[in-house]
């Protein structure tokens, strides 16, 4: 699957993994600490480490935890296929190690990350919010789209890190917003539990199961299922992979309209993907570039 972020620079500093930062974060289980561990990699919030069948996740931003991922993984066990929790502190997570593949570029792949995913929507939510570390809405959203407008808008501002970057493109993007109201509004009419972060590096290709592997739950939260769809196929063109994915996710739908509005939505996450402080000009240039394509689709839809 294409998938641009794989090349992005590191927003912030990675922390040492050194002797101090295993004490203190593996204290709970000492047996654990005189393994051999190897950086698997993470983001600003995480650090992943694997020692032969385990993986510890462990959250590095200060007063973060990882109890409302926990939660989110025993509830998904026998959805779909998730790693197994098998410890657990207030900033690690312990984990099976899942062997398993990147995502190949297969319609066949593509149906298969599309039906986990409609089975992740097909959890009950009665209303749009924030999840909170139990895995129920802490929250809650009266009005999905006014939510996602009050979170994007500030960013498009002048004085915004992303307004900055953006220039001429923001007003275009309020635009957008705001021409499609309609179409976005009833997107959002009927909150689903969404992954959050529903991007390729976070589905992975079980080859033996010809099934998919999904992590990464942190951002998990109840509004419109179509953003989902949109972060999934952000960098992906036409063609039968988006089409497999799409008859799967979203079955008996008009897929051509699905993919406009999640993409409309999915500009609320590159919008906010932008708006962070510090130099990074791959990232920049693809999401400038992404954002720059999502605009030219919507206004020639629009003529």
Not at 119 to 140: K, N, Q
Not at 207 to 231: K, N, S
Not at 237 to 246: K, M, S
Not at 280 to 300: F, H, M, N, Q, W
Request: aromatic residues 6%; contains cysteine.
């Amino acid at each position: 699957m294409r998938y641009a972020e794989g090349a992005w620079e590191r927003i912030g500093p990675a922390p040492a993994v050194d002797d101090a930062f295993l004490d203190l974060h593996l204290a709970p289980w000492p047996e654990l600490r005189r393994r051999r561990w190897s950086v698997l990699g993470g983001g600003l919030r995480h650090v992943n480490l694997r020692s032969e069948d385990v993986v510890a996740r462990i959250a590095v931003l200060p007063g973060s935890s990882v109890k409302k991922e926990g939660t989110l993984l025993r509830r998904m066990a026998g959805r779909v296929r998730v790693p197994r929790v098998v410890g657990e502190s207030r900033t690690v997570l312990l984990l099976e190690h899942v062997p398993h593949e990147e995502l190949p570029a297969t319609a066949d792949a593509a149906a298969r990350a599309g039906e986990a995913l409609r089975r992740v929507h097909d959890l009950p939510a009665e209303r749009g919010g924030i999840v909170g570390d139990d895995g129920t809405v802490t929250e809650p959203f009266d009005d999905v789209l006014a939510a996602l407008l009050a979170w994007g808008e500030p960013g498009l501002g002048a004085g915004a890190d992303a307004g900055r970057r953006l220039g001429p493109l923001a007003d275009r993007v309020r635009r957008a917003w705001r021409g499609t109201r309609p179409a976005l509004a009833a997107a959002c009419a009927r909150p689903t539990f969404l992954h959050g972060d529903f991007k390729p590096a976070n589905v992975k290709w079980l080859p033996t199961e010809r099934d998919v592997l999904v992590l990464d739950w942190e951002f998990a939260w109840h509004g419109p299922a179509w953003m989902d769809v949109g972060q999934f196929l952000r960098w992906e063109g036409d063609g039968p992979v988006a089409d497999a994915f799409l008859r799967a996710a979203v079955p008996g739908s008009d897929a051509r309209e699905v993919r406009r509005v999640a993409a409309l939505l999915d500009l609320f996450n590159l919008v906010g993907l932008l708006d962070r402080a510090g130099s990074a000009p791959v990232r920049e240039r693809d999401l400038l570039g992404r954002i720059r394509a999502t605009l030219e689709e919507e206004e020639k839809d629009r003529k």
